[in-house]
């Protein structure tokens, strides 16, 4: 019989889970788990093409397993679509401190270097589906940012 | 204009022995739609990895394999659903590498050979601008698989078709050499356009009963939304041309069977391989 205090522990053993590009964000902080019920746990993909989906599924799956929950069920869904207001705010300072400029809402991007708003956008894609290439105009530095999706 | 290849109506949508002929009808509907929807997305994608490691730089590199990754995520939603929907055992894999090149269905804009950088970014913009309207129309359908795939990739197409916008100015509004490459680009897929309006037999059906879209309903703001870009790139809209039509009935440019021999090697020449 599944307990509140099973679906708690599901939960943890998912904040465990680190996103295979960007490993100091868990999938709980990406807003990649939807759902966790009773035998199931709910994930959606960020992006239809993100070869990190498959990957992330996997990790899950041997936590899961790892941890005695053998018999929990992993769904992907796609609807609501995933959206960057679902990456939470312990996430965003996570990203933030790994060099990644989380996304926001603002025209320009705060520099995760030195802080500078004097940032500007070099290129719409990135290193990964999610991510915009940007450069601080006072410290020079290029670094990822985040797109609002 | 020539005649058109006969419509290839899907098996058991009519004729004698056909068992509950609507419910077959409404599947052969279904197939077809995510066939169309699911090769537009699979040829493009593929079209633009051929870009890899070859773009003009690092940057534009990333956004042309971005934007492939997206397409094909793409396709493999609509392919697996499509796979599903005409219950025989196929997924979106043996539909993408086990299907001639007169089985496949995507329209012939995506198709065309990359040109150079100019030529490409041309056929983005008149794609991606297209698809997006398609797809925001798409996320009402009575499929609720088309409408959640359409919900999900109409934000990845949204920037596709900003991007696309962006080079065009910049490439039209630039230097005389950008500036005729661009000219060039647009006149050479100006004649694929009419077909992304086309409403055959099959799409009209689907249109009909909510799981497809109307495309004539949007193809003012799909008109307005070029020309504005294109003002904007001080340009002139190229001549019309006779249009070119026949890819959703599996009648193809000569570039398709090239692309197919290179994306389907592996898995012809390896079949069931697996690592």
Redesign the interface.
């Known amino acids: 019989m599944v307990t509140i205090l099973d679906t708690d522990a599901v939960w943890q053993v998912l904040e465990s889970v680190a996103d295979p590009e960007i490993p100091v964000v868990s999938v709980v902080d990406l807003g990649i788990v939807r759902d966790v019920g009773p035998k199931r746990v709910t994930i959606t993909?960020t992006?239809?093409?993100?070869?990190a989906t498959q990957v992330i599924e996997r990790d899950i799956r041997s936590a899961l397993d790892a941890a005695g929950f053998r018999d929990v069920s992993i769904e992907t869904v796609?609807?609501?679509?995933?959206t960057t207001d679902w990456i939470t705010e312990s996430g965003k300072a996570k990203l933030h401190a790994y060099g990644i400029a989380p996304p926001s809402a603002e025209r320009t991007a705060v520099c995760p270097q030195c802080g500078s708003a004097a940032t500007e956008e070099?290129?719409?894609?990135?290193?990964t589906?999610c991510k915009a290439?940007w450069r601080c105009r006072d410290c020079l530095e290029p670094f990822d940012r985040f797109?609002c999706? | 204009m020539a005649s058109l290849p006969p419509i290839d109506v899907p098996r058991g949508a009519t004729g004698e022995g056909a068992f509950d002929a609507p419910a077959e009808e409404l599947r052969g509907v279904v197939f077809e739609t995510l066939l169309r929807l699911g090769d537009d997305s699979l040829v493009l994608?593929q079209r633009l990895g051929e870009w890899c490691g070859h773009a003009p730089s690092v940057?534009?590199d990333?956004?042309l394999a971005?934007?492939g990754?997206?397409?094909?995520?793409?396709a493999?939603?609509f392919l697996n659903a499509a796979g599903e929907a005409e219950g025989q055992g196929r997924d979106g894999d043996s539909l993408a590498f086990r299907r001639d090149v007169l089985d496949f269905r995507n329209c012939w804009l995506v198709e065309q050979p990359n040109g150079d950088f100019a030529q490409t970014m041309a056929r983005q913009f008149l794609f991606s601008t297209w698809q997006k309207m398609l797809f925001e129309h798409l996320t009402a359908s009575s499929d609720?698989t088309i409408?959640?795939?359409a919900?999900?990739?109409v934000?990845?197409v949204t920037?596709h078709a900003?991007?696309a916008a962006?080079w065009v100015v910049r490439l039209g509004d630039g230097t005389g050499e950008s500036r005729r490459r661009m000219i060039e680009g647009l006149d050479w897929h100006w004649r694929f356009v009419p077909e992304l309006f086309e409403m055959d037999e099959i799409a009209a059906k689907a249109a009909e009963c909510g799981i497809g879209a109307d495309v004539a309903k949007f193809r003012a703001d799909y008109d307005a939304r070029i020309r504005a870009v294109l003002a904007q790139a001080t340009l002139e809209p190229p001549a019309d041309q006779r249009p070119i039509l026949g890819g959703r009935r599996g009648h193809h440019s000569e570039h398709l069977g090239h692309l197919l021999a290179v994306m389907q090697y592996l898995p012809r020449t390896y079949p069931d391989a697996t690592w």
């Open positions: 993909p992006y239809t093409g993100c070869p796609l609807s609501p679509p995933w070099i290129s719409r894609f990135g290193s589906p290439q797109k999706h | 994608g940057e534009v990333l956004s971005n934007m990754l997206d397409l094909i995520g793409q493999t939603l609720e409408a959640a795939i919900a999900k990739a934000k990845e920037y900003e991007l962006e």
